[in-house]
């Protein structure tokens, strides 16, 4: 009769199932009674159970997490300090009147040339006839160089009348050093 009421009661003991897990009005989940045996000697479960357990475990165990870093300043990207430094020379050059030089005016376009490039900071590539960046300039500062030599080459071809460019024969594209020689 003892056995008779272990197997009909319907227990963990005897079933091997734990009773169904309650939660409390707030939501946490409550206490569940140690897993025991059944009578073939296994600990059963429920795996919603099992995977509480392990995460109260895991959560025992490890350190609190590192507070989150504080927002980094975002590195600026070159292309884009390039194209912005691009715009500004180019408005800076568009402010003023181009010159033309026709021929009979050398004096009046060469200083008014220089003029437009010391606006921009490349007076040094005319008057010191730098063809390439110079040494010891960061990247960026290179790339600013380039665009420097660019604009000024495309003003200075802009303010030669034809006749002008056709005496000049072969160009180097986007050199302005090279262009200011001739």
Do not use: H
């Not at 180019?90 to 026709?102: G, I, M």
């Not at 050398?106 to 590539?125: C, H, P, R």
């Not at 420097?148 to 802009?158: A, E, G, V, Y």
């Amino acid at each position: 009769m003892a056995e008779e009421d272990m197997t009909t009661s319907g227990s963990a003991r005897d079933t091997g199932k734990m009773p169904e897990r309650e939660e409390s009005e707030d939501g946490t989940p409550s206490p569940m009674p140690i897993p025991t045996p059944n009578p073939n000697g296994m600990v059963t479960m429920a795996a919603a159970d099992l995977i509480a357990l392990c995460e109260r475990l895991i959560s025992a165990r490890a350190p609190p997490p590192p507070p989150p870093p504080p927002n980094p300043i975002p590195e600026e990207d070159p292309n884009m300090l390039a194209r912005e430094y691009q715009k500004e020379a180019q408005a800076s050059l568009n402010t003023k009147s181009v010159t033309t030089f026709d021929g009979t005016n050398y004096q009046t376009w060469k200083m008014a040339f220089l003029s437009d490039a010391e606006v921009i900071g490349g007076a040094n590539i005319l008057n010191k006839n730098q063809q390439e960046p110079p040494e010891g300039l960061s990247s960026l500062d290179q790339r600013y160089w380039v665009i420097r030599s660019k604009l000024l080459f495309r003003r200075m071809l802009q303010s030669l009348v034809g006749s002008v460019r056709l005496t000049m024969g072969s160009i180097q594209p986007d050199n302005a050093a090279a262009l200011w020689n001739k």
